[in-house]
């Protein structure tokens, strides 16, 4: 009963957020910016992504001018500039990955490093190969464009004028985010109205709305992180995975929308019926210039395709969100158990005070 | 666990709609009208009711030059035009009764008759005395300002400015009220944004936000009318109170805020706990020219007192809502079963293609 009742939401809620076809993923286009009315009233208040065309960037000197499709431009304006760069082994980190010690998985962070942006670079294009045994990321969740990237900061727009004048607010952070086709980003969700501008090559999401909190099995996980064991004189890094002592549980999607192997297929489809015997989540592809309008409290898993440099640059402002009804109805929808047949089941409710905190390092739910 | 559950969502849907104090009913005022971004952003949006100063109304004839309070003006400008007045025995229409021929309540809707615009008036007035056998409430939601009451559109706005440019529509349907002290309106939700101007006299709201539904056990109950069994020739009506033939069946909100006697205390409180023993609802007082927001899909229950001449007038604009995922997620709450311990409970869904016209013949559940 409890079940259908559930899915009866999921189609209601995609009836009324889907009014575009499913051949475009069910993410509706828009030729240029919406005005700040029309952001707040189709967008924003019904909780319905958006994408907008490359209109909305073409003053952009990042775009404009190609200045971050250039290489040189790119070292010389950050010329003496530390970076922090996220490195895995394989391009996922906020990701659920084998436990080191324990049977099972767990909720594996990056190992941040400290470097010279011209080494960062040189690291996240090296590591795009399939053979090496790191992958890099250049990017901090702390409103980094107005931190460690400052000199880029004048190259795009230091906020969204719609989105500003809709939200009433200018934007609690902005990231900037450069990587390479091997990293991807886990199925989370933010506590944020989120502004995507990809700059360089493209990022592909996909989407699944609040209602469906339910089908991605949101289960606490022990908090691991990688470290360098080692580095070569070749400036090369080792990385073990190493659970936190003592140990912290985090709540996360245990559902990965992409298996890599037939038995990982099998596994995930029986461990997780509702995502795979489910409707498909929205999909979409952000292009160079494009912005996606990524609604508050929806799940999305992100990849990308490199630019020519074997790069993918983007920018995300995020805005606070409004803690309303909408948001009071999720927690309750998230509070009811659909998993009682299940053993390993437990899902986690939040504590509104923290959000911001998981938010800021990456760690929302 | 399911109670508790429902009861948490109150609790937090409250404290993210109530950011005033608890004195002044919990209902937000603002000293002029917001800017139409204001609007959608801090009240529609969030779902959440606000109550406007006269400052909003100044600029209307019907109020800046007394126009409605002058019964000559009244009279001259609807000379010779009929009006349709609703006709109770005690100022219930739309109201759960005792069933004329069954055991336990029905829904009751009014007498409804044509007459000669200053013949309603008379009848308002003289029907507002305790010791008149009838009620009578002229009423017709059904557009009747820009119907019936075309006379005296131009003394109040066609619309208003800042909720049509907010919500990117013209108002749907205009209605005027003109009753007494008697008349009152039942628990119910309408499936409009309403933007409710008072007049002349003051309306007293209870509101519940529609997290809230089940606090107000909305069952179904056998339709019925009154009809005018014979007419004296002093004009007087009296009516009597017929089951309609074939059955319909009307889900409506069970609860009396107001119970007449101490008896009828006893039995509402036993019979609603979950009104009765809940939180309080908000409570606000619409002065004349001053402007209500009345959310989408809240519940509210209305009394009124009267100006000089012992009436109540008001204009009420109902703008279309937006079916979005808020009112996904209502439908999804409506659908769990409270009541399970209850032989007598039912809830009923609703179907969105009925709504409408459920809505304009004031029987929205």
Chains 1, 2 share one sequence.
């Not at 886990?186 to 709305?209: C, M, Q, R, W």
């Not at 469906?212 to 289960?219: F, K």
């Not at 995975?241 to 929308?257: G, N």
Request: with cysteine.
């Amino acid at each position: 009963m409890e079940e259908e009742s559930v899915r009866g939401l999921w189609t209601e809620a995609r009836e009324l957020i889907d009014s575009v076809s499913a051949d475009s993923g069910g993410v509706e286009r828009l030729e240029s910016p919406p005005s700040p009315l029309q952001f707040i009233r189709d967008y924003v208040s019904p909780n319905k992504p958006v994408i907008i065309s490359s209109a909305a960037t073409r003053h952009w000197p990042a775009i404009s001018r190609s200045l971050w499709s250039d290489d040189a431009y790119l070292r010389r304006a950050l010329s003496g500039c530390s970076v922090s760069v996220h490195l895995t082994p394989d391009g996922r980190a906020d990701a659920l990955v084998p436990s080191p010690s324990k049977s099972g998985l767990c909720f594996a962070s990056a190992f941040v490093q400290s470097m010279d942006f011209s080494e960062a670079m040189q690291l996240i294009e090296a590591t795009g190969e399939e053979s090496s045994p790191v992958v890099a990321y250049a990017q901090q969740q702390d409103d980094c464009l107005r931190g460690e990237y400052e000199a880029l900061a004048g190259d795009v727009d230091a906020h969204i004028p719609w989105a500003t004048e809709a939200l009433g607010c200018l934007p609690e952070a902005v990231n900037l985010w450069i990587g390479n086709a091997r990293s991807h980003t886990s199925y989370h969700k933010d506590h944020y109205e989120n502004i995507y501008a990809v700059i360089t090559g493209e990022k592909h999401f996909l989407l699944l709305p609040p209602t469906e909190v339910h089908r991605l099995y949101v289960r606490n996980y022990p908090a691991a992180h990688y470290i360098s064991s080692s580095k070569d004189n070749g400036g090369e890094v080792k990385l073990e995975l190493e659970l936190e002592e003592p140990e912290k549980m985090v709540p996360w999607c245990s559902v990965d929308p992409y298996p890599a192997s037939d038995e990982i297929i099998a596994e995930q489809s029986s461990s997780f019926p509702l995502y795979y015997n489910g409707p498909k989540p929205f999909q979409c592809t952000v292009r160079a210039g494009e912005i996606l309008y990524l609604p508050s409290m929806w799940f999305h898993h992100v990849t990308q395709s490199p630019d020519d440099n074997g790069r993918t640059i983007a920018v995300n402002y995020w805005y606070d969100m409004q803690f309303d009804m909408k948001y009071a109805y999720y927690s309750f929808l998230q509070s009811i158990n659909l998993y009682r047949l299940s053993s390993v089941a437990s899902t986690q409710g939040e504590d509104k005070n923290d959000i911001k905190q998981n938010c800021s390092n990456s760690n929302p739910d």
